[in-house]
């Protein structure tokens, strides 16, 4: 049990390692300074054996190249905003157009390219570490400095908690999340992806364009491919003949989650289950807004130990604010305000059924 430190390569000039997390709930989780990723989830099946649940890469050189962002913290503003520009005390900002027209994921050199600063917070039964960094006025295009903390903690009960605070010297726009890809059944393939069951407690969620871009509309999840309030395989609405689905050549929407279901962090916003190994995973957090991506656009991107992922290869639950926000008036506002404290919490747990 603790924490191991090894060296991780090469990140953009500088010297990463990789920090391994090993708890007595059975999980081992390593993590990298290089975008403050989850490089690799160890989780025990039905019968207790330990498999890689998450997709990742080897070495900090493949994280340079890594434009799926596998496992990395992202920001200054998860997702899109759209026309890669947002008004805040009525000035305009430019972004990096780096998703079409649009801004995706902080841009550019978003946070996912930042060698972070570590310190390990406890050497035991639950490890934990912190990664930390500073945004300057002007990174990518935002406004202040913003002053970023997330904390990685591996608790008894089998979960990994993700903590995040940043403060910033200005009014600005923050949205961090974690972008990790899992597949429960440890084959990272669309074939053991589909027989994988979900269920999300939203009853609604945001319509997007043939952009991805939110067209602002919440639409109701009942009669829809969306409506997971009941667990049901992957598979039954994934290829839909539906708009919203040819929209996102997939799931890459954010649900609305329900105040009672995760949003106040007692029950699980999410909860993924693989009836093959009889892994699942739930997800507790305080944000409004959780991201299914269903992996649509990956395609023969080499990871880890020679193994080549291929589109629908894994899924992403990221914990959020909604995509957009200050184009929309009726989503929840990014705006972090100068000396005040943005928050979010997220823990996804793994169990066995």
Not at 135 to 146: A, C, I, K, Q, T
Not at 292 to 318: H, Q
Not at 334 to 349: A, D, G, I, Q, S
Request: aromatic content about 10%.
């Amino acid at each position: 049990m603790g924490i191991s430190i090894e060296s991780f390569g090469s990140f953009f000039g500088n010297g990463a390692k990789l920090y391994t997390l090993t708890g007595e709930c059975g999980l081992r989780v390593a993590l990298s300074d290089a975008g403050a990723a989850i490089v690799s989830i160890m989780a025990p099946d039905r019968k207790g054996r330990l498999e890689e649940i998450t997709l990742g890469f080897d070495s900090a050189e493949a994280y340079e190249k890594n434009t799926c962002y596998l496992g990395v913290t992202v920001g200054r503003h998860a997702n899109r905003i759209s026309n890669a520009a947002f008004t805040l005390d009525g000035r305009q900002y430019p972004l990096a157009a780096n998703d079409g027209t649009n801004h995706l994921h902080g841009g550019i050199r978003g946070f996912h390219t930042y060698l972070w600063n570590c310190e390990i917070i406890s050497d035991g039964p639950e490890p934990s570490l912190a990664f930390s960094m500073i945004s300057p006025d002007g990174d990518e295009g935002y406004p202040g400095e913003l002053d970023v903390r997330v904390v990685f903690k591996l608790n008894k009960a089998a979960g990994l908690e993700i903590d995040y605070c940043a403060t910033a010297s200005e009014n600005t726009i923050c949205n961090l999340t974690n972008h990790s890809y899992f597949n429960l059944t440890g084959e990272s393939c669309e074939h053991s992806l589909k027989t994988h069951l979900v269920r999300i407690a939203a009853q609604g969620f945001c319509t997007i364009n043939k952009d991805c871009m939110p067209t602002g509309e919440v639409s109701e999840v009942a009669d829809t491919p969306f409506d997971f309030r009941l667990a049901r395989p992957f598979s039954d609405g994934i290829n839909a003949d539906c708009e919203q689905i040819r929209n996102g050549g997939g799931y890459d929407h954010c649900f609305c989650l329900d105040k009672t279901g995760g949003k106040q962090g007692n029950e699980p916003a999410c909860e993924v289950i693989d009836p093959k190994s009889g892994r699942a995973l739930y997800v507790y957090t305080d944000q409004p807004g959780l991201q299914f991506y269903t992996g649509n656009s990956l395609t023969d991107v080499s990871g880890r130990g020679g193994s080549i992922y291929g589109r629908r290869a894994a899924f992403c639950l990221e914990t959020q604010l909604y995509p957009d926000g200050t184009e929309h008036r009726n989503f929840p506002s990014p705006v972090l305000k100068r000396n005040e404290t943005y928050r979010h919490r997220c823990e996804y747990r793994f169990g066995i059924v």
